[in-house]
């Protein structure tokens, strides 16, 4: 490896400004030396100038790929160290956007090496890691299998940091997995080791942890009590984005309880907090959140520009697990103005590009289709079932309005074979009842179907929405607004 004048981030940054140089200065930036030191001395200057590099194309991913092969032949004693600090700078950047086939590859090389020198702690490092991994790529099993075998190797060092992130790790590979009571434990045990190390931050992460828990589980005024007490807690000791998520899950909760003024009023809070600290992503999605609830309260009017803004604040980043809940929410008013009794709002109408003398509920099912199928299309590259599923059902409203019924029952059907969360599988069948898909026996067995479903949900959980849709499929007459 070349000897070369190692300098700070900050001196890299003003270098910059003078030679507009990017290419120069993101193989500088990548050069292990480089990255040792500032990640070391300076990771928020580092993370800036890379953030800014990014914006002119420059990923960190591509340099630091050609940085360690050039490290294996020249240096691989500091091979660990360098592998752990890029792990720690990717994921502090992309956050879920992680650049996972660079790290696919050098954590197992980390986990081989240690095993090799019988270096627990990088062992340990390399697990931790591997968890993370799994869990962005939604393998949930193997992030907590990793996220175990790190919390072994931490207890045996006693590493009670360490211990603390694994104990986070778990609770939530746990919480996807939808075991709760193992998620509780986990974060109540990422509490207490937090509470012992004295890292207060951490403490207001577990309580945040634990709030998402009990939203879950629709214990909304146990988690009400919880998001209260981390904000107090972040408040105490200035951690910003503490408030912030603690507000967020604040302004789900207000919106369960249909209570959409309260949830606006906090998430308005929780926005100038993330803009004040430029974090574009959860500015985001917390504006998004706002056109969603703006919707509900029947502004659509205010709500629409918020959906468009958010969606393309996170498509200018590169953020698209984001871009795919704005993109559904755009294509659902769409959709729900070309089923609607009258002619849509100017706010609406005056995005369509419609043909001279073309119908204009046939052009504004075609911006849902559009929208739709975006959406649909990242949904499937990101495993995200969620809103993959939310985008299948406009397209099947869309085809089934314009004659294509076949089609819309082949899709929804085909989505019934990927679901496995009761609320979605009884609405897919509410869908294939409402849109006549199928001969009468089969109708009907979709109406019974999602009513089975919908009543025994009802029981655990009680919610108004879910009771008008009942009292439908009980009737057995589809609401003229429901198509």
């Known amino acids: 490896m070349l000897a070369i004048a190692v300098r700070l981030a900050q001196e890299i940054a003003e270098s910059l400004k003078q030679s507009h140089d990017y290419e120069a200065t993101a193989t500088e930036l990548a050069h292990i030396p480089v990255l040792l030191k500032n990640w070391q001395e300076s990771q928020t200057d580092m ?37 752990i600090a890029i792990y720690q700078l990717l994921r502090a950047r992309s956050d ?156 789900i909760i207000f919106a369960e309880y249909r209570r959409y003024d309260d949830s606006i009023e906090t998430l308005e809070i929780a926005l100038e907090l993330a803009k004040s600290v430029g974090n574009r992503k959860q500015a985001g999605i917390i504006l998004g959140n706002l056109g969603n609830y703006m919707v509900k309260l029947r502004r659509p009017e205010e709500g629409y520009p918020m959906l468009l803004t958010a969606l393309e604040t996170h498509r200018e980043m590169g953020f698209p697990q984001g871009m795919t809940y704005w993109l559904n929410s755009l294509a659902e008013m769409y959709c729900e103005a070309a089923f609607g009794a009258g002619y849509p709002p100017g706010f609406l109408i005056d995005f369509v590009d419609m043909a001279p003398g073309e119908d204009w509920r046939k052009a504004v099912r075609r911006m849902a289709w559009n929208y739709a199928e975006e959406g649909h299309r990242l949904s499937r590259e990101l495993n995200k079932y969620d809103t993959s599923y939310a985008s299948v059902v406009v397209l099947a409203r869309v085809e089934a309005a314009e004659g294509k019924k076949t089609s819309a029952r082949d899709r929804l059907k085909e989505a019934l074979t990927t679901l496995t969360d009761t609320l979605r599988i009884s609405d897919c069948y509410v869908w294939l009842w409402r849109l006549n898909l199928g001969s009468e026996e089969e109708i009907e067995g979709y109406r019974r179907s999602a009513l089975a479903l919908e009543e025994e949900i009802y029981k655990n959980s009680p919610r108004p929405d879910l009771l008008a849709e009942i009292e439908e499929l009980r009737r057995g007459e589809i609401a003229s607004d429901a198509r």
């Open 47 to 83: 993370l800036a100038l890379w953030e800014e590099l990014v914006q002119h194309g420059h990923l960190p991913e591509r340099y630091y790929r050609a940085s360690i092969a050039e490290l294996r032949e020249s240096n691989p004693e500091l091979l660990p160290e360098a592998i």
């Open 96 to 251: 879920f956007d992680l650049p996972t086939e660079l790290l696919s590859e050098l954590l197992p090389e980390l986990l081989v090496w240690a095993e090799k020198h019988a270096d627990t702690k990088r062992s340990m490092q390399a697990q931790e890691g591997l968890s993370y991994l799994s869990y962005v790529g939604r393998r949930y099993d193997d992030s907590q299998r990793h996220a175990e075998e790190s919390l072994r190797l931490a207890e045996a060092i006693g590493d009670k940091p360490a211990q603390e992130q694994a104990h986070r790790a778990l609770g939530y590979a746990f919480l996807r997995l939808r075991r709760f009571e193992a998620a509780k434990h986990s974060f109540e045990q990422q509490y207490q080791l937090a509470e012992t190390i004295g890292d207060r931050s951490a403490m207001a992460n577990a309580l945040g942890n634990s709030a998402s828990v009990l939203i879950d589980e629709e214990k909304h005024r146990e988690a009400e009590v919880v998001c209260h007490k981390q904000i107090s807690l972040a408040e105490s000791i200035g951690d910003t984005m503490g408030i912030v998520y603690a507000r967020m899950n604040l302004g």
